[in-house]
Protein backbone atom coordinates (compact mmCIF):
# COMPACT_ATOMS: atom_id res chain seq x y z
CA UNK A 1 0.00 0.00 0.00
CA UNK A 2 1.09 3.44 -0.96
CA UNK A 3 0.49 7.01 0.28
CA UNK A 4 -1.25 6.34 3.46
CA UNK A 5 -1.87 9.48 4.68
CA UNK A 6 -3.30 10.81 1.42
CA UNK A 7 -5.40 7.78 1.25
CA UNK A 8 -6.94 8.94 5.02
CA UNK A 9 -7.28 12.64 3.85
CA UNK A 10 -9.02 11.78 0.61
CA UNK A 11 -11.53 9.90 2.45
CA UNK A 12 -12.25 12.45 5.18
CA UNK A 13 -12.99 14.97 2.53
CA UNK A 14 -15.16 12.31 0.73
CA UNK A 15 -16.79 11.31 3.87
CA UNK A 16 -17.79 14.84 4.97
CA UNK A 17 -19.60 15.51 1.48
CA UNK A 18 -23.21 14.99 2.28
CA UNK A 19 -24.90 12.08 0.75
CA UNK A 20 -28.12 10.07 1.21
CA UNK A 21 -26.17 8.82 4.42
CA UNK A 22 -25.84 11.91 5.76
CA UNK A 23 -29.55 13.02 4.98
CA UNK A 24 -30.75 10.04 6.68
CA UNK A 25 -28.91 10.47 9.82
CA UNK A 26 -29.71 14.08 10.12
CA UNK A 27 -33.28 13.31 9.55
CA UNK A 28 -33.17 10.90 12.58
CA UNK A 29 -31.33 12.89 14.61
CA UNK A 30 -33.76 15.98 14.34
CA UNK A 31 -37.00 14.23 14.51
CA UNK A 32 -36.01 11.40 17.14
CA UNK A 33 -33.02 12.61 19.20
CA UNK A 34 -29.12 11.85 19.34
CA UNK A 35 -29.74 7.81 20.24
CA UNK A 36 -31.35 7.60 16.78
CA UNK A 37 -28.68 9.54 14.94
CA UNK A 38 -26.28 7.53 16.26
CA UNK A 39 -28.13 4.30 15.76
CA UNK A 40 -28.00 5.44 11.72
CA UNK A 41 -24.55 5.64 11.67
CA UNK A 42 -24.07 2.60 13.43
CA UNK A 43 -26.20 0.47 10.42
CA UNK A 44 -24.24 2.84 7.92
CA UNK A 45 -20.62 1.76 9.15
CA UNK A 46 -22.04 -2.52 9.17
CA UNK A 47 -22.69 -1.81 5.76
CA UNK A 48 -19.53 -0.22 4.83
CA UNK A 49 -17.83 -3.29 6.42
CA UNK A 50 -19.76 -5.99 4.10
CA UNK A 51 -18.82 -3.28 1.08
CA UNK A 52 -15.04 -3.66 2.26
CA UNK A 53 -15.54 -7.63 2.50
CA UNK A 54 -17.46 -7.37 -1.15
CA UNK A 55 -14.18 -5.41 -2.14
CA UNK A 56 -11.60 -8.15 -1.06
CA UNK A 57 -13.40 -11.17 -2.20
CA UNK A 58 -14.50 -9.63 -5.57
CA UNK A 59 -17.80 -9.39 -5.09
CA UNK A 60 -17.90 -5.61 -5.82
CA UNK A 61 -16.39 -6.02 -9.23
CA UNK A 62 -19.17 -8.40 -10.38
CA UNK A 63 -21.68 -6.04 -9.25
CA UNK A 64 -20.08 -3.37 -10.84
CA UNK A 65 -19.38 -5.14 -14.19
CA UNK A 66 -22.84 -6.56 -14.33
CA UNK A 67 -25.46 -4.06 -15.53
CA UNK A 68 -28.29 -6.02 -14.37
CA UNK A 69 -27.24 -6.28 -10.97
CA UNK A 70 -26.03 -3.02 -11.13
CA UNK A 71 -29.37 -1.57 -12.25
CA UNK A 72 -31.37 -4.49 -9.58
CA UNK A 73 -29.38 -2.45 -6.65
CA UNK A 74 -29.52 0.85 -8.29
CA UNK A 75 -33.23 0.38 -8.76
CA UNK A 76 -34.14 -0.64 -5.42
CA UNK A 77 -31.64 1.61 -3.75
CA UNK A 78 -33.75 4.50 -5.52
CA UNK A 79 -36.92 2.85 -3.96
CA UNK A 80 -35.72 2.84 -0.69
CA UNK A 81 -34.60 6.65 -0.73
CA UNK A 82 -37.94 8.09 -1.67
CA UNK A 83 -40.10 5.58 0.40
CA UNK A 84 -37.77 7.30 3.44
CA UNK A 85 -38.26 10.81 1.76
CA UNK A 86 -42.06 9.93 1.25
CA UNK A 87 -42.59 8.82 4.78
CA UNK A 88 -40.59 11.52 6.20
CA UNK A 89 -43.44 14.12 4.56
CA UNK A 90 -46.15 12.00 4.75
CA UNK A 91 -45.60 11.98 8.82
CA UNK A 92 -44.94 15.84 8.56
CA UNK A 93 -47.92 15.99 7.24
CA UNK A 94 -50.42 14.05 9.52
CA UNK A 95 -48.63 15.45 12.58
CA UNK A 96 -49.50 19.22 11.12
CA UNK A 97 -52.87 18.00 10.25
CA UNK A 98 -53.19 16.61 13.70
CA UNK A 99 -52.51 20.02 15.45
CA UNK A 100 -55.07 21.62 13.15
CA UNK A 101 -57.57 19.23 14.85
CA UNK A 102 -56.35 18.96 17.77
CA UNK A 103 -56.04 14.92 17.46
CA UNK A 104 -52.78 12.80 17.95
CA UNK A 105 -52.02 11.58 14.11
CA UNK A 106 -53.11 7.95 13.41
CA UNK A 107 -49.66 7.33 11.78
CA UNK A 108 -46.50 7.09 13.87
CA UNK A 109 -43.35 6.08 13.07
CA UNK A 110 -41.25 6.13 16.21
CA UNK A 111 -40.93 1.99 16.23
CA UNK A 112 -38.69 2.24 12.83
CA UNK A 113 -35.57 0.94 13.32
CA UNK A 114 -33.07 3.60 12.79
CA UNK A 115 -29.90 0.87 12.56
CA UNK A 116 -32.08 -0.46 9.54
CA UNK A 117 -32.40 2.96 7.83
CA UNK A 118 -29.00 3.27 7.93
CA UNK A 119 -27.98 -0.14 6.91
CA UNK A 120 -29.86 -0.40 3.98
CA UNK A 121 -29.55 3.09 2.56
CA UNK A 122 -25.91 2.12 2.44
CA UNK A 123 -25.58 -1.08 1.33
CA UNK A 124 -28.56 -0.75 -1.34
CA UNK A 125 -26.18 2.16 -3.01
CA UNK A 126 -24.18 0.46 -5.93
CA UNK A 127 -21.84 3.84 -5.76
CA UNK A 128 -20.72 3.03 -2.98
CA UNK A 129 -18.63 -0.43 -4.48
CA UNK A 130 -18.28 1.43 -7.49
CA UNK A 131 -16.12 3.89 -5.31
CA UNK A 132 -14.82 1.16 -3.19
CA UNK A 133 -13.39 -0.95 -6.83
CA UNK A 134 -12.49 2.53 -8.01
CA UNK A 135 -10.86 4.36 -5.48
CA UNK A 136 -9.27 1.91 -3.51
CA UNK A 137 -7.09 0.20 -6.05
CA UNK A 138 -5.09 3.82 -6.84
CA UNK A 139 -3.51 3.27 -3.08
CA UNK A 140 -2.02 -0.24 -4.08
CA UNK A 141 1.21 -1.04 -5.78
CA UNK A 142 0.57 -2.71 -9.30
CA UNK A 143 1.28 -6.56 -9.27
CA UNK A 144 1.21 -6.36 -5.38
CA UNK A 145 -1.48 -8.82 -3.47
CA UNK A 146 -4.70 -6.54 -3.05
CA UNK A 147 -6.37 -8.64 -0.30
CA UNK A 148 -5.09 -7.01 2.99
CA UNK A 149 -4.71 -3.40 1.50
CA UNK A 150 -8.01 -3.19 0.90
CA UNK A 151 -9.17 -4.86 4.31
CA UNK A 152 -7.03 -1.83 5.93
CA UNK A 153 -8.47 0.88 3.44
CA UNK A 154 -12.05 -0.28 3.98
CA UNK A 155 -11.39 -0.58 7.74
CA UNK A 156 -10.21 3.27 7.91
CA UNK A 157 -12.36 4.26 5.90
CA UNK A 158 -15.16 2.49 8.14
CA UNK A 159 -13.80 3.92 11.11
CA UNK A 160 -13.22 7.65 9.41
CA UNK A 161 -17.04 7.57 8.63
CA UNK A 162 -17.84 6.25 12.78
CA UNK A 163 -16.06 9.17 13.84
CA UNK A 164 -17.53 11.54 11.28
CA UNK A 165 -21.01 10.24 12.50
CA UNK A 166 -20.46 10.45 16.37
CA UNK A 167 -19.34 14.36 15.69
CA UNK A 168 -21.74 14.98 13.10
CA UNK A 169 -24.71 13.61 15.02
CA UNK A 170 -23.62 14.83 18.32
CA UNK A 171 -23.13 18.78 16.87
CA UNK A 172 -26.49 18.42 15.25
CA UNK A 173 -28.17 17.19 18.25
CA UNK A 174 -26.81 20.50 20.42
CA UNK A 175 -28.24 22.49 17.45
CA UNK A 176 -31.94 21.11 17.53
CA UNK A 177 -31.85 22.11 21.40
CA UNK A 178 -32.14 25.28 19.83
CA UNK A 179 -34.80 24.52 16.99
CA UNK A 180 -37.58 22.95 18.90
CA UNK A 181 -39.69 25.25 17.59
CA UNK A 182 -42.55 23.20 15.37
CA UNK A 183 -42.58 25.57 12.43
CA UNK A 184 -38.47 24.87 12.77
CA UNK A 185 -38.75 21.18 13.04
CA UNK A 186 -41.15 21.28 10.01
CA UNK A 187 -39.35 23.08 7.83
CA UNK A 188 -36.33 20.73 8.44
CA UNK A 189 -37.79 17.37 8.36
CA UNK A 190 -39.31 18.83 4.59
CA UNK A 191 -36.38 19.86 3.50
CA UNK A 192 -34.54 16.93 4.54
CA UNK A 193 -38.11 14.32 3.09
CA UNK A 194 -37.40 16.20 -0.40
CA UNK A 195 -33.63 16.04 0.00
CA UNK A 196 -33.90 11.71 0.36
CA UNK A 197 -36.80 11.73 -2.78
CA UNK A 198 -33.98 13.67 -4.66
CA UNK A 199 -31.29 11.39 -3.88
CA UNK A 200 -33.61 8.34 -4.91
CA UNK A 201 -34.46 9.87 -7.99
CA UNK A 202 -30.65 10.81 -9.04
CA UNK A 203 -29.84 7.38 -8.17
CA UNK A 204 -32.55 5.88 -10.12
CA UNK A 205 -30.95 8.16 -13.36
CA UNK A 206 -27.37 7.01 -12.43
CA UNK A 207 -25.97 4.86 -15.33
CA UNK A 208 -23.85 1.97 -14.74
CA UNK A 209 -19.67 2.11 -15.31
CA UNK A 210 -18.07 -0.23 -17.03
Same mark, same amino acid.
Given at each position: ?13 ? &? ?9 ? +???? @? ?8 ? +? ?6 ? @?? &? ?69 ? +?? &????? #????? @? ?5 ? #? ?14 ? +? ?54
Amino acid at each position: MVNFYLFVLMCIFL &IILPGPDTAVA +TKNT @LSHGRSAGFK +TAVGTCCA @LM &IHTSAAVLGLSAIIVKSAFLFSVFKYVGAIYLIYLGAKTLWSLWKREEAMVTETQPKVQFEKASYFKQGFL +TN &ILNPK #VAVFF @LTFLPQF #VESGSNTLLPFLLMGI +TYTVLTAVWFLLYVYLINQISVFMKKPKAQAMIEGITGTILIGFGIKLALEKAQH
